[in-house]
Structure formats: C-alpha cells, structure tokens
C-alpha cells in the first residue's frame, strides 16, 4: 500500500476484529510478552489494567533489537507508575555500544519459554504473546509444549493467515 497508493486512493477497510483482548472480567495474573512491534497492543491492555484493577499482579516481557529501536519507554514508566504490581524486563537481541545493562534493558538475548516458566506464576498466568511469526512459534508453541494449557496461551501475531495455521497446537490424543 505505501508503494502504490496515492492522496485520494480509496481504501477498504474494516474495524478491528478478533479475540485479541484482555479479559478484563478476571483479576488473576497475566504476563505481557512482546516482540518488536508486538508491543503496540500490549501498551493498550497495560492502559485497560491501570484504569479498572491497578493492583491485577501483571508482568511485562518485551523483547527487541536494541536501544535504537525500543519504541514506547516512556509510556511503560508511565504504566508502571500506575500499576501498583507490575513486574518488567527488557530483552536487548543486539544491545548497542551506548545501551547500559540495568538502565535501558535488562537481560541481553531473546526472550525464552525457560525464562516465562522460571519467572511467572505460569500455573495461574494468562500469557498474552504479541510479535513476528518467529516469536511466537518459538513461544507459543514452547509454552503448550511445557504443558501450559490452551487456554492460558493467547496470541496475535504480523505474518500471512497461513503461517497462523502453523501456531495451533496439536489436539491432545485420548489414552
């Protein structure tokens, strides 16, 4: 579309759909874990989180390149302001010479299913994962894999429908 249309090009488009969303009926533990981009509809439930139950136990994990690219800092100070539980780490895959450890991110490489397991409450966390198919085949499917259930796992991601159809666990087999 930014290579071919033009002022005055019509565009079809629709209002958001999906079940995307924070549940916002429930006050038990969710973990926020974005990737890159990802991180645009997670600032939105860490917004719905502050203004309706400051206190829901929240963890956000976000992963990305470096200093250079990590968008919305200032907001997540923001949101952390608000919420009186929440719980941050950043993930640098290539920090910059100028970005410092403990200041601008926390850990240096990706995040990891080992490190979710190792640093939630993942019997009773909801994880919402947002970022590229890469992310979320590697976490996603390592969560089921771990054995956390479905339902606790859920997902949107930037990629084609197909790639979609890859991300679906497998229906477990009657004994």
């Not at 907001?75 to 895959?93: C, I, P, V």
Request: charged share 20%; with cysteine; net charge negative.
């Amino acid at each position: 579309m930014h290579d071919h249309a033009t002022p005055g090009t019509v565009l079809r488009v629709a209002p958001p759909a999906g079940d995307f969303f924070l549940d916002k009926g429930r006050i038990s533990p969710v973990a926020l874990v974005s990737g890159g981009v990802g991180l645009t509809p997670m600032m939105s439930m860490l917004g719905a989180i502050a203004s309706e139950s400051p206190g829901r136990p929240t963890w956000y994990v976000h992963g990305t390149r470096n200093g250079r690219v990590h968008a919305m800092r200032r907001e997540l100070a923001d949101a952390g302001n608000a919420l009186s539980d929440l719980r941050t780490r950043t993930f640098y895959a290539a920090p910059d010479v100028g970005d410092r450890l403990g200041m601008d991110y926390d850990e240096e490489g990706v995040v990891t299913v080992g490190w979710l397991i190792a640093n939630t409450p993942h019997a009773e966390v909801t994880y919402y994962l947002c970022g590229s198919t890469p992310f979320l085949a590697s976490l996603a499917g390592g969560l089921h894999r771990a054995g956390i259930p479905v339902e606790q796992v859920r997902f949107e991601f930037f990629g084609p429908t197909l790639e979609l159809e890859e991300l679906k666990p497998e229906p477990a087999l009657a004994a």
